[in-house]
């Protein structure tokens, strides 16, 4: 299972991925697309976040199972601690 958080992005990016995955609730969108869809969605929400903020967290043969991407301006970022990964935040 794959989802994709979306926060203050163009209502345009969350349409188009209305196409592959289902928007639960604003800006939190679950689905299971194929890797290779997945990547496809990752490049095109990279190019259109402009000064908003995505993150996806998708399958990995890891650990916890899990692994995450971020994208935008203020994000959070994956720091991996002893094999765990653990999400800091910017200082403001």
């Not at 800006?27 to 908003?52: C, E």
């Not at 995505?54 to 994000?75: L, Y």
Request: no cysteine; net charge positive.
């Amino acid at each position: 299972m794959t989802v994709i958080v979306l926060i203050a992005v163009a209502d345009g990016l969350r349409g188009h991925l209305t196409r592959w995955m289902i928007e639960i609730t604003a800006g939190v969108f679950v689905g299971n697309p194929s890797a290779r869809v997945r990547d496809r969605l990752w490049t095109v929400l990279t190019a259109r976040v402009n000064d908003g903020q995505a993150v996806m967290i998708e399958p990995a043969n890891n650990e916890q199972g899990w692994t995450v991407r971020t994208a935008g301006r203020d994000r959070g970022y994956p720091v991996d601690y002893d094999g765990l990964i653990l999400f800091a935040r910017p200082r403001r």
